[in-house]
């Protein structure tokens, strides 16, 4: 069986979800395969500049986020949105990253991608920076060489757009978890759920 994970690195409630990844992810990392497909929410003509307006939208449904999970959003996020408003807003950028370990340390993908979004929404880093991946490499004890390699190139471009084609195929709004069996696919996770509930599904399919 296979935990399909479709996400956006600026999806707020996607950081919401997080103790569900995380836990998703430390229970049944043995027994099924993670892919994670990042949507790509913000690339393109659709890539935001990091405003006043564009902190105030954020604010209002960060406070929305922990009523419903209770997830915190970090100081220093919170001192990236007020201060930086020149900032790019561009999913194409860590979403290239999470397809990059997808490839060169795919065990690692789902850690990965969790602390990207940590990256932004608990320490308030700049997705627009090699820094902020290069910090996460040197925790999860991936290659960064290999990284860099293939992150830079091309192909990895095209790859995240074919990603982003794959990832609406299964759905159009984040975080949505899915399981795939025996060429079946089951919705687990639309938004967010109690984590006891989404392990009975997973508990359930695997039975």
């Not at 405003?51 to 999970?69: E, V």
């Not at 090699?130 to 390699?149: H, M, P, R, V």
């Amino acid at each position: 069986m296979k935990i399909i994970y479709v996400m956006d690195p600026i999806c707020g409630w996607c950081y919401g979800n997080i103790d569900n990844t995380v836990r998703l992810f430390e229970d049944f990392k043995e027994q099924v395969e993670f892919e994670v497909l990042p949507g790509g929410m913000w690339s393109g003509a659709n890539t935001r500049i990091q405003s006043t307006a564009m902190m105030n939208y954020f604010l209002k449904h960060d406070a929305s986020i922990t009523h419903h999970t209770g997830v915190l959003f970090g100081s220093a996020y919170l001192d990236f949105i007020k201060n930086r408003h020149d900032v790019v807003l561009d999913s194409e950028i860590p979403s290239k990253a999470i397809v990059t370990v997808s490839m060169i340390a795919p065990n690692q993908i789902m850690p990965f991608a969790v602390e990207v979004l940590k990256a932004r929404f608990l320490h308030g880093k700049d997705y627009n920076l090699d820094s902020t991946y290069i910090e996460i490499l040197a925790k999860l004890q991936i290659n960064e060489n290999q990284f860099l390699n293939f992150f830079k190139t091309n192909e990895f471009k095209q790859m995240t757009q074919d990603v982003f084609k794959k990832a609406a195929s299964y759905a159009r709004s984040y975080p949505t978890m899915l399981a795939e069996k025996d060429d079946q696919l089951y919705l687990l996770e639309q938004g967010y759920l109690p984590y006891e509930e989404l392990k009975a599904r997973v508990v359930s399919l695997l039975k």
